[in-house]
Structure formats: structure tokens, C-alpha cells
């Protein structure tokens, strides 16, 4: 299959560029790379268009919310105008489901509102197990740069349980919005407790801007026989240990 990839410099994009290599022929697209999707050149003969690309996190969409509407939603606009005849798979967001609570979820929203019928959305939970992004929450936690901790708690699943997850869907005709995720969440304080050990920090009062509980219901993935091949708690308990051994 030949595939246009965009953001793959990204997280899930590094990844699913590895494992899709000599398995797909693939085009990337990534503003890392010179490629900015709101003006680059679209013209691409693909027979599917996996849209990583765009600008992620909460807090940083709180300080510029105009930036995150033109990376993610005019852009998108773009890749659909762009490519008509062309399944679109795109990278959504838990937090669409409550988009009234910061910008990124807003701009999540809207993409769902605006995508062709025959595309496919994919609302990914709180992903981990990869460097890219190093002032995410289980980066730094693994370094001990936790400064507070609220009483949210995150569905985390593994880069790796994504890119499997993609993989598979590549290979179906499903449309519409869909969860990925482990449909398991965990507490942060019982998280931090692991690395920490036992209430090391007082619980303070959770975020307006953030969903409560991101868990998902992957039940299309599920039908398809996927399921998650990594625990948060211990992948970062053998994380954890293994950085006491180096440091050692």
C-alpha cells in the first residue's frame, strides 16, 4: 500500500516509520522536515493518507489558541480539500469529548465535525513509551520532575500498543470516531507512588481545563482481536529499576 504519512518525526510517527519499513510504500510529510502543511505541496498519488501531524497538549493550547486552530483544523481542511478520493485515517483525541474544556480538545472537535464520511478518527488516550516528548507526564516523572498531583486519572497506553493498533485498522474499511486506548485507567498519585513511594505528595484540586478520566471503550479494536501488550504500572515499576541500575 502506499501511504502519505504526516508527523513523522512525532512520537507515534517515529514508530509506525520503523515498523512500517519495507512493508509499505510510504510518503512523510512533516514540518520537522521542511513540509508545512499549511502551504507545502499536496500533490500525492497515495492510496491512504494517516495524518499524525498537528500540535498537541493542554496547557500550551491555553497560551495559543490560534496557532493550535491554524496546525490542526486548517490544516486538516487542507489534507481533505487535497485529497477527495482518498481514505483519511487522523489522529483525534480523548479529549474531544469534552472539547469545552481547553483549545486542543476544541480543535479535535471540529476536525471530527468536518471529516469526510468515509475517514476514520482515532481518539487516542494518553500515549507513553517513547523520549519525543520529554516534558510529558511519565518522562518526567521517571526523572522526578513532579512538582504537584491532582486526582485525575489516565488511560496510558504504549506507543507500541498504538502503532499495532494503526496497523491493524489500516486494514479495514471502518469509519467515523473510534477509541484507542486500553480501556483501563490508573490514579496519578498511585503512578507516582511508584516512583516516589508512598504519598509523597499532598493531593491538590484537579484541573478545570482536563478531563477527570480519559479511559476509552476500544471495543472496535477489541472486535478486531487487538488488545493491549503493555501495563503501565509495570512497564514503569522494570522503568523505574532500570533507572536506579544505571544511576548506580
Not at 501511504?3 to 512525532?10: A, R, S
Not at 497515495?46 to 496557532?67: F, I, P, Q, T, Y
Not at 486500553?182 to 509523597?200: A, E, F, H, M, P
Request: with cysteine; proline share 3%.
Amino acid at each position: 500500500m502506499k501511504i502519505l504519512l504526516t508527523g513523522d518525526f512525532g512520537m507515534i510517527g517515529t514508530r509506525l516509520k520503523e515498523f512500517w519499513t519495507n512493508k509499505h510504500d510510504l510518503e512523510f510529510l512533516d514540518i520537522q522536515n521542511g513540509k508545512d502543511l499549511r502551504h507545502c505541496d499536496l500533490n500525492y498519488e497515495v492510496d491512504l493518507v494517516l495524518h499524525l501531524a498537528g500540535k498537541s497538549g493542554v496547557r500550551k493550547s491555553l497560551e495559543d489558541m490560534n496557532s493550535y486552530w491554524r496546525h490542526n483544523v486548517e490544516t486538516f481542511q487542507r489534507l481533505i480539500e487535497a485529497f477527495p478520493n482518498t481514505r483519511i485515517i487522523y489522529a483525534s483525541s480523548s479529549t474531544a469529548k469534552e472539547p469545552f474544556r481547553n483549545p486542543y480538545a476544541y480543535t479535535k472537535y471540529v476536525m471530527e465535525s468536518i471529516a469526510p464520511k468515509n475517514s476514520l478518527g482515532l481518539r487516542f488516550t494518553t500515549v507513553y513509551g517513547s523520549d519525543k516528548r520529554e516534558q510529558m507526564f511519565i518522562p518526567k516523572l521517571l526523572r522526578k520532575e513532579i512538582e504537584y498531583i491532582n486526582n485525575h486519572r489516565r488511560d496510558f497506553i504504549h506507543v507500541d500498543d498504538v502503532v499495532s493498533a494503526i496497523d491493524l485498522l489500516t486494514q479495514t474499511n471502518l469509519c467515523g470516531v473510534i477509541d484507542v486506548g486500553t480501556g483501563t485507567s490508573n490514579s496519578i498519585k498511585d503512578l507516582v507512588d511508584i516512583v516516589y513511594g508512598k504519598n509523597s505528595f499532598q493531593i491538590q484540586e484537579c484541573d478545570w481545563h482536563e478531563r477527570i478520566d480519559n479511559i476509552a471503550s476500544p471495543k472496535e479494536l477489541e472486535d478486531l482481536g487487538w488488545s493491549p501488550k503493555h501495563n503501565i504500572k509495570s512497564w514503569l515499576t522494570k522503568a523505574k529499576k532500570e533507572s536506579n541500575i544505571n544511576n548506580s
